[in-house]
């Protein structure tokens, strides 16, 4: 179901659109996961729920938390 369309901006950064936002009760300051399936970006509200209870049995990343700062970090300018 699409619910709209949103432009990325120079920084990366997406609006949601106010019907998903509505639908998903996504207010000012709640945390999202962004799960990567294919090709698609699935959004998920997290809520008062504690991350990993969001997450499925295993975590969507292939790599340690230390190992993905130390490559955010090589992207900096």
Partial sequence: ???GVSTVSEKGQVTIPRDARKRLKI??????????????????????????ETLDSQKPWPVTSLEYQRRLRAEWP
């Fill in 1 to 3: 179901m699409e619910v």
């Fill in 27 to 52: 207010a000012a300051g709640d945390k999202v996961l962004f799960k990567v399936e294919g090709d698609k970006v699935l959004l998920v509200r997290i809520g008062e729920r504690r991350l990993l």
